[in-house]
């Protein structure tokens, strides 16, 4: 069984529907990435299960118990580490570990050791007894990472942990991402970093508009038969692009020269790729056009997302 | 419960490092009374007495009777009395506000009293018919010491009066003064008997006295009896600000979010963000009540333990109104707007910025709507009664934890909101 279940989660203020029949699982060890722009129900739908909101409708269970049943029990269970640096800036480091490590009902010499080795995880032992004012940016990120994962949760919420940090902070917070889930700790990772949901997450979850649009494994999302060819042709006019109509897709024109693409998925029933491509070459020829380069564009998340969610700018 | 110790300990410590903030609370109230206490001329001063009426003399007569006039005046301690030579450099000086009246003995005064006849001394159409005018005597004040000048004409009338008398009926009667003085004679005689009489039952009068509480009231410390709680009152609601910007800031900071996403429970997250500042406001009403009395001489009242459920329960209702207006206001911009508003208002209607006593009827009434003036009835009967009404303090008391658990509830609400 799932670590993490959600069925059809529902959630509106008002008139607003924040969160419409949102479903999704994290397993044991698992990193599951979430994606989507600003506004899209990703925050709602962790706030929902970090007890910040109620929900209105759906199931959310945890290790086996409705979130409701004990909320206190699934609280221990789980870890958020949300955007905002939500540490103490005038405590030190080590005050901050320990008052949220008291909250968790650690005390003593088993605080200490926690917070010890919370701060070596995040390499802040040195730092120990600076106030954290005094710290860097990454030095922060990396307090509110070891905050969110102190009491060792089975389930770990990470909103944007890697926001604003310089690349060694960042490697060694993905690192320690990676390290829980090897640990067997389930993982909710959201972030506008492509890149980052790509190199560590199997499976993801694009929010848009209270909905997901797109829920399963990246490999068979990012379906690489799906990549489509770019051709580059010398001798480009206006009549060409009639010519060619629908069957390319116009993209960057610079005097006689213009970059076409080929979408490897297409509209037209019964027509193949090669086919479409004897086509175009042929068009461009007649129109005494020729082709300079010609190479298959890769289908990624990014692209996916901006398919799935469109380009245009969000509040 | 332990979850509301760690909060509590976790606020204690940053409100710690924040002395600037703890300096300033303790502080200001400090200054406040000191500039209030100079003001009304007690400051640091156990010798020193209430404020005397100023008043400066010119004699233009400079004989006998005029002479006799101001040594009477001069043995009066309420007047503080100096002469000058001339009427432009008496009003000059009263005009730089060194005196609040002048009083101007005519050239013609000796002789005016010589022209009175026995029958002018109670004729009431006679020649004293305008009392100092008819002496050649004027009285002249600033507009703002318009009613100590009517004291000082209606005292120095009298002392004229009292010290031409005696020679008016000696000239105009011998035999009628012979009598009057005998008689007059008689009376001192028999005066200093019974002050005799007086004396040896005073001691056992002493004796009693002695037994009951003294006063708290003295002359060197009424204004501090008084200015020391109202002011010590306005700035313990001061806290509301303090907590409401600490809400705030852990607002803003995102780890009240985090607070809650622990397993802390609501109440005792509460609880424990409430506690810090009711240490920090009990120890502040102490703080401010020792200081009244090292340096003010203020007395702490005939029963000083009944101070503290005041003090508590004054504290009480002004976190309890911190909680409100910290889960009630998004920014610190409406923190200072709201809390500054509310805490000033309400210090101006409850009495803290000026006695109660000097209010009128209806604001005293509408004050009530306020823990502040609750908080000052008691301080009150505690401080200034030689015989309190515990009954009362014991109401007040009730009535500021009515407050308190009414603004705790609404703030308890609230925070539920907060996001």
Not at chain 2, 29 to 39: A, C, D, N
Not at chain 2, 87 to 98: F, W, Y
Not at chain 2, 324 to 345: C, K
Request: one cysteine or more; charged letters at 25%; proline letters at 3%.
């Amino acid at each position: 069984m799932s670590l993490l279940q959600v069925r059809n989660l529902h959630k509106r203020y008002g008139d607003f529907v924040a969160l419409h029949d949102v479903s999704f699982e994290v397993d044991r060890g698992e990193i599951l990435g979430f994606l989507g722009p600003n506004g899209a129900g990703k925050t709602t739908a962790m706030m929902i299960l970090a007890g910040l909101k109620t929900k209105d409708g759906g199931e959310v269970i945890i290790d086996g118990k409705h979130l409701e049943e004990d909320p206190v029990h699934l609280k221990r269970l789980m870890g958020v580490v949300p955007q905002e640096l939500a540490i103490y800036p005038d405590l030190t480091g080590e005050e901050n570990l320990g008052f949220f490590g008291s909250l968790y009902g650690y005390s003593g010499a088993d605080l200490k050791r926690r917070v010890a080795e919370g701060l070596a995880r995040v390499g802040l032992s040195e730092f120990a007894t600076q106030y954290v004012r005094a710290y860097s940016g990454g030095m922060k990120r990396r307090l509110n990472f070891a905050v969110g994962v102190l009491h060792e949760p089975q389930l770990v919420i990470l909103d944007e942990p890697t926001v604003g940090v310089d690349p060694q902070s960042r490697s060694h917070l993905l690192d320690c991402v990676r390290d829980l889930a090897e640990k067997g700790v389930g993982i909710i990772y959201c972030s506008h970093y492509m890149e980052e949901i790509e190199a560590m997450c199997r499976r993801v979850a694009i929010f848009d508009h209270g909905k997901i649009l797109a829920y399963g494994p990246l490999d068979e999302l990012l379906d690489r038969n799906r990549s489509d060819l770019e051709l580059q042709v010398q001798g480009w006019t206006p009549a060409m692009a009639e010519r060619l109509g629908e069957r390319v897709t116009v993209g960057d024109v610079r005097g006689d020269s213009a970059v076409v693409t080929i979408s490897r998925v297409d509209g037209s029933a019964g027509t193949n790729l090669t086919q479409r491509l004897s086509e175009v070459i042929a068009l461009v020829q007649a129109g005494a056009g020729q082709l300079s380069q010609i190479h298959t564009k890769e289908y990624t998340l990014e692209r996916m997302f901006l398919e799935k969610t469109g380009r245009r700018l969000r509040d | 419960m332990q979850d509301a110790w760690y909060i509590t300990l976790k606020d204690l410590r940053l409100l710690w490092r924040d002395q600037r903030t703890l300096a300033i609370l303790l502080l200001l109230p400090l200054i406040f009374i000191t500039i209030l206490g100079t003001s009304t001329g007690q400051l640091f001063s156990t010798k020193q007495k209430a404020q005397r009426i100023k008043v400066g003399v010119v004699d233009y007569d400079q004989k006998e009777f005029s002479q006799l006039i101001l040594s009477e005046v001069e043995k009066l301690g309420a007047l503080d009395i100096q002469e000058f030579e001339d009427i432009v450099a008496a009003r000059k000086r009263m005009e730089q506000g060194d005196f609040d009246v002048t009083v101007f003995i005519g050239p013609e005064y000796t002789e005016r009293i010589n022209n009175l006849r026995l029958g002018d001394l109670l004729a009431r159409k006679g020649r004293l018919k305008d009392e100092l005018d008819s002496l050649d005597v004027k009285v002249e004040s600033s507009a703002y010491f318009a009613n100590a000048k009517q004291v000082v004409e209606k005292l120095i009338f009298g002392f004229a009066y009292k010290s031409f008398v005696p020679a008016i009926m000696k000239r105009d009667s011998q035999k009628l003064a012979m009598s009057l003085i005998r008689a007059a004679n008689k009376i001192d005689r028999e005066a200093e008997e019974a002050e005799q009489m007086a004396q040896e039952a005073g001691q056992e009068l002493t004796e009693i006295a002695a037994q009951g509480p003294a006063s708290p009231l003295t002359e060197q410390n009424f204004v501090y009896q008084i200015i020391v709680p109202s002011y010590t009152v306005m700035f313990v609601f001061f806290i509301v600000l303090l907590m409401a910007r600490s809400m705030i800031e852990e607002r803003d900071l995102g780890t009240l979010a985090r607070l809650r996403m622990s397993p802390a429970s609501e109440a005792w997250t509460i609880v424990g963000k409430t506690i810090p500042f009711l240490i920090v406001s009990i120890v502040q009403t102490m703080l401010l009540f020792i200081a009244g009395k090292l340096f003010f001489a203020m007395s702490w009242g005939v029963k000083p333990w009944f101070l503290l459920p005041v003090i508590v329960c004054t504290s009480m209702s002004a976190v309890g109104l911190g909680l409100l207006v910290a889960t009630t206001a998004r920014t610190d911009a409406q923190v200072s707007a709201y809390g500054n508003f509310l805490v000033l208002t309400m210090a101006g209607l409850s009495g803290c910025l000026m006695p109660r006593a000097w209010q009128p009827e209806l604001m005293q009434k509408i004050g009530l709507v306020t823990p502040h003036a609750w908080s000052l009835i008691a301080y009150d009967q505690l401080l200034t009664k030689q015989y309190p009404e515990i009954d009362q303090v014991a109401r007040c008391c009730g009535m500021l934890l009515v407050f308190a658990a009414i603004f705790f509830s609404v703030g308890w609400w609230r925070f539920k909101s907060l996001r």
